[in-house]
Structure formats: C-alpha cells, structure tokens
C-alpha cells in the first residue's frame, strides 16, 4: 500500500512553510495534517491587476522578484473558493522542454567516443566492397553470382543466425520499469549513468555558475519546498527515497526544468513565471522527478545504442550499393531521418507520456489539485498561438504537443483523484480550473473581437489589448 501524507490547505496562517533541505525536512504537523505552503489571501481584483495591460506586455517577461508573486502562488483552500489565475507572466522558448538533450542520451564516454569511428568504419567497408565489385571482372562477378545461387541457404542461415543473435541479445537485457513496470530494454548499467550523472551535473554547474540563485532567494525556497514535499509524500517508493534531491534555481528566462539521474534538480525562473500557482508548479516537478525514478536517461541510452548498432549493417549496405558517393550520402541522410521519425522521437513522446502519468501520482499522493496539470498545457498551447508561432506536427517533436498532452492528462485525472482520496486529503474545493481556464477564454476571445473593431486602424492587430473576468 502507498504511504500517503495528509496536507492542510488552509490559507490562515503566514507560517505554513516547510523547512529544511531536501534531505531533511521538517513539517508542522497538527493531528496528521501536513502543511505545504500557505500564503495571505488576495483579493480578486488584485490577482488579475496586471491582465489588463496590453497584449505585448501580457506575455513578457516578468520583472517582479518571485518573493513579491508568491500571493499569486495559492492553494485552494478548504472551505474557501479556488484562487484563479494571475496576469500570466510568460516568456515562451520555441517550445517547452522539461529534459535536456543531453540528458535524453548519455551513453557511456567510451561509446561516445567510438560511436562516430564505427560509422566511418561502415563507410569505409561499404564503400571498398562496392570498388572491389566494380574492379572485378564480368567473368569474375558471374562466377560470384553463380556461387551466391549455390549458396543461398547457407547465406540466408548466416543471415538469420545473425538476426537470432541480434533478438537474442535484446530479449535477455529486458527490465522492468520501475511503478508502472512495464518491459524495456536496458543496455547499459546504473554505474555508467552515476558517472556521467556527475560529469553533466558539472557541466551544467560550470555554464550557469553566475546564474544560481541563492539559498535565501524567495523562489528557490519555493521549488525546495515544493520537492521537499514530493519526495516525502513520495518515500515508500524505493527509487524516490534512495535519491537525495538538490535544488538548484537558474536566473534565466526559458520556460524549462529537468533533473539529472542522480537527483540533481534544476529549475528555471522562467518556468516560475510560466506557472499559475503551485500545484501546476508541483506537477511540473513532480512530471521531472519521474523521468529521474524511471530510469529513462539510462532507457533512452539503451534504445539509441542498440538502434545505432544495427543502423550499421545497414549503413554499410547503403554504401555498397549506391553506384556513386553523393547518391550513398543522400541513402545515408534518409535511413537516419527513417530511424529518428520512426523508433527515436515515437519513443521519447512515449517516455514523456509515462513521466506524466507517473509525475501525477507522485503530485496526488501530495495532495496536489492534479486538475491544475492540464491547464498548465492549455497555457503554453494558448501562449504559442498568440505568440503566433508555427504549429509543427507532432510527430516532429520529441514531446507530445501541449493539446494532446493535455487531453492525455484529463483521460488520467479521475484516477490521480482517486489516488489522492486514498492518502486522506482534504476535499477540493472551489470550481475546476479548467472550467476556470474555458471561461477565461472565452471571455478572451469575446473582449479581443470587440476591442478589435473601433480602432482597427490604429491598433497592431498582432497584439490587441484584452482584458480577463474578474471571477
């Protein structure tokens, strides 16, 4: 049975914050309720003071210190209506990414370094096997030919003894995945991944060291806070509890957050602009610290190494058939776009759909309005379009687009809800926010269309001014 930590979301009182470190963090606890932020109540009309700027201003950047937006960070109350929206402060990247490149594939440093010889190496022998055919006699190939008939079985025996080996070999690295425990291959081992685990999170250190904010700093209290908790709701499960979670708070404007294999968390003020409140915010991490348990660095590691191996044999066909080197170039370019399009950016949306849901679960067991997640998506899709950025298909990308993430997240809502019933925690209460969030929309389009009409002359089409109810 899941070990579940009940959470007072009463809004009374100025000291409700968790203390402490993520190794060690101390709770108020009164009679088994566990407090995780609490701020002073504000008013309506204060929330959405700044929706009625223009709409260049509505998306930028904000320059208020988070200590001075943790009023906006709320949490539903028990007992008292849901707290809406604040004047969104979003500075949007082409696309919001929550795990690194880098941490999408880091295979160990000796196959990084062999990784591109060996294509060079099937070049080579693809591209000598079709000089030596050339060099050979008509005679000669007719006498190969006439072989090759002869000995089909035996070729096609070797072939299928190479491809048993190949199955062989996938079939005994299959694990099991941590809490959802489905299959998947994994090549290489967990000390392989502590290591470069260390390397990146230096890497990482040396690229934003004058960007850190400090302990002291409002925000970074908040995302300590906010993990401190998700790894304590979260300790009965052995991967959460065997990883000491450190925070590190970038000063940078990129919506992202990712955290390393060996709980190295990093989030960036941007993504604490891009939030609502804090149970999006909760997700968010709790979405990261998913990736972190299910071992995916080490999953996706695996995947691309074994795909790479066996892009090998037929990168060496490739360059053995093709009559010249530039139509061998253009075969090569295809068969590595057929194997990013097809296996590579299928199974990182699919890893990033498994993250959600377990990422939901650990925000629930939290105690967390998990209906909160999916409007953090309708945020980002609304942010995009506005923005008037180009809509790429979903099967470019790496991530599952911000609309069927979003409608993925609505079909496992009633089961995070049930998840969070079970840990004991207060009922929700207030209106849905993703009714909250329909209604605000429509009542953005409403005051978009009349404001566009009187001054269309005068006024950028690109950036109408519009204001947002006063729910």
Known sequence: RNRCQRLDLSGNTRNCFLTGNPGSHRYLVDKGLRCLLDVPHTSGQEVYRNAHNSWGKFFSQSSQPLGEKIPFLLISSVGQPLRHFPAWNIQINRSFHT???????????FWIIVKPAQKLFAIILGRSIRNWWKALPPNKRELFKESARKNKWKILLGVSSLG????????????????????????????????????EYDMWMEQFKSQM?????????????????????????????????VIHVVDEPGVNAFVLPNGQVFVFTGLLDAVSDIHQLSFILGHEIAHAVLEHAA???SLVHFLDFLSLIFLTMIWAICPRDSLAVVGQWIQSKLQEFMFDRPYSRTLEAEADKVGLQFAAKACVDVRASSVFWQQMELAETIQGQPKLPEWLSTHPSHENRAEHLDRLIPEALKIRESCNCPSLSGPDPRLIFRLNMQHLLESSKGRG??????????????????T
């Open 299 to 301: 999953e996706k590691a």
């Open 164 to 199: 048993v080996v190949f199955v062989m070999f996938y079939f005994t690295h299959l694990e099991e995945t941590p809490i959802t425990g489905r299959a998947r291959l994994l090549v290489f081992g967990k000390e392989h991944f502590r290591e470069l685990s260390q390397m």
């Open 99 to 109: 795990s690194p490149s880098l941490q999408a594939a880091p295979v160990p440093l």
């Open 453 to 470: 009409l009187p001054n269309s002359t005068k006024q950028d089409p690109s950036k109408p001014k519009v204001d947002f109810a006063h």
């Open 213 to 245: 904010l400090p302990e002291t700093d409002a925000r970074y209290q908040v995302v300590e806070r906010v993990v401190g908790h998700l790894s304590e709701s979260n300790k009965d499960v052995p991967q959460v509890s065997a990883l000491e979670w």
